[in-house]
């Protein structure tokens, strides 16, 4: 016996090594088999030196992120470009307008985003680590280009996202702008053309490798919380991803439903919702929406003037403030009460600029188009009573509107002549002003100076033998 144990001592002293092998391999295969259906990421055996072998997972879950990691390329890692200061404003989130307001942004551009900051990175750095995240745009099949209809100021581009996010980028110094716009131009042609940019693999990937339902549940929420057409067009990206060419289709058969859908404006003024103004109507139109053939408001000028005007120097020739005309146009346009007698209007000078001003805008001249070439024939006859009688014979033929409206405007302006002793304006003064605003050619290319001279006469002949031309009855 004591042989027998000396032999198995002497064993053990020639191979100490083998026998601590076994033992640590006997209490790694009893760890593995008592702990084999929980996890396999403890029994990794060291085969060679520094070289590990991965254990072959049992589970499904593992088994299938095993499959995606083979199927889906890992994600480029994201590499910062160019960043610096821009001047930044957001116009569309998603397809809805927003009001620009521009802002000076610290802005990061990588391989396949920008980033937009409100300060230095290093300062936005710190701000993240308390929640403040950059707004990010995914520079995938966005489009940038040169814009000079959304701003007035200079150097500005816009880039417009997949997802209908539309930003304009500005900087007044040339080289800088430039820079930036090619360095983002050339960002983009280096993506590709549909969803398979790492953003939209990302997604993917998060979606099919998640076996709990609190990834979908999160996507299925944001799907809800969106409105019915935006919901449509991210599931349609994440499932189909249309190419430009059917966006454009789709933006096309919209705005065609939107035109034809769209009422007409006899429809609109019929239900009150566009009422027919004062300045820039056709006469008639004004004429016969007040039943009369005499504007009111031409009326209430001419009132306002003879009780506090015809004594000023210069009326109707001296220019009235044009701010102060453009309110009363305003105010008459939209039917509101209006007194000339009022403090606001105490110059007289804005309430016959504004007279004036009515009769410039009307569409169709107080002396109708048709009859511009019957008026010029008969200034032009050289006998004089000839040139008045088929002056008073084209008056009487012109529509009730126009001849009425005339009647008492002349009558106006023989008042004003009356008192030229005082408001210094003459016949041939007068003539001047008002010969081009109430008469004047439809066409009147290559012949305005000839025009001018003829418009200025009819005027003063007008004015000179009111009494002959109209009657003598009351105006």
């Known amino acids: 016996m004591k042989r027998s144990t000396n032999s198995d001592a002497s064993m053990e002293t020639q191979n100490p090594t083998h026998q601590g092998t076994g033992a640590v391999q006997m209490r790694i295969k ?34 299938s992120q095993h499959v995606l990691k083979d199927i889906i390329p890992p994600l480029e890692q994201l590499m910062v470009e160019k960043e610096g200061y821009l001047q930044k404003a957001k116009i569309a989130d998603g397809g809805k307008k927003l009001r620009k307001n521009w802002s000076t942004s610290w802005i990061v551009l990588s391989n396949q985003k920008i980033e937009f900051y409100k300060e230095s990175k290093q300062q936005a750095l710190s701000n993240m680590k308390t929640g403040h995240k950059p707004e990010s745009v995914d520079l995938c099949g966005a489009h940038i280009e040169w814009t000079k209809e959304k701003s007035s100021r200079k150097n500005v581009f816009q880039i417009t996202t997949a997802s209908g996010n539309e930003f304009l980028l500005q900087s007044d110094i040339d080289f800088i ?17 549909n969803p398979s940019c790492p953003s939209r693999k990302l997604e993917l990937f998060q979606i099919q490798r998640s076996s709990s339902t609190e990834l979908l549940n999160h996507y299925d929420s944001d799907i809800k919380e969106q409105k019915p057409e935006h919901r449509k067009s991210l599931m349609f990206r994440l ?32 239900k009150g919702l566009i009422k027919d103004q004062i300045f820039g109507s056709h006469l008639h139109t004004v004429c016969e929406c007040e039943n009369s053939t005499v504007p009111w408001f031409v009326k209430q000028c001419i009132e306002a003037v003879e009780k506090r005007g015809l004594d000023v120097d210069g009326i109707y020739r001296v220019s009235g403030n044009l701010a102060t005309i453009q309110k009363l146009r305003f105010i008459v346009n939209q039917e509101e009460k209006l007194n000339l007698d009022d403090s606001q209007w105490e110059d007289i000078h804005v309430v016959t600029g504004a007279l004036k001003m009515f009769f410039r805008e009307l569409p169709e001249p107080l002396f109708p188009y048709s009859f511009f070439e019957q008026f010029v024939e008969a200034i032009k006859k050289p006998d004089n009573n000839a040139r008045i009688e088929t002056i008073k014979y084209l008056v009487q033929k012109l529509p009730p509107p126009n001849r009425d409206t005339m009647k008492v405007l002349f009558g ?33 290319a290559g012949n305005m100076a000839i025009h001018m001279v003829y418009q200025n006469q009819i005027a003063e002949l007008m004015l000179s033998k009111y009494s002959e031309i109209f009657g003598s009855g009351e105006d």
């Open 30 to 63: 009893n760890t593995n088999s008592h702990h084999d259906r929980l996890s396999q990421t403890k029994s990794m055996i060291l085969t060679d030196v520094g070289k590990v072998t991965e254990p072959i997972s049992r589970h499904r879950r593992n088994h």
């Open 177 to 193: 702008i430039l820079d930036w716009f090619q360095a983002i131009k050339n960002t983009i042609d280096r993506m590709p053309k």
């Open 239 to 270: 499932h189909h991803s249309a190419s430009d060419t059917s966006d454009k289709n789709r933006v096309k058969s919209r705005l065609k439903k939107f035109i034809t859908r769209r009422p007409s404006l006899k429809t609109l003024q019929e």
């Open 412 to 444: 106006h302006l023989t008042r004003v002549v009356a008192g030229a002793s005082k408001n210094l304006m003459s016949t041939q003064s007068l003539g001047i002003v008002f010969g081009p605003t109430l008469l004047r050619a439809e066409n009147e």
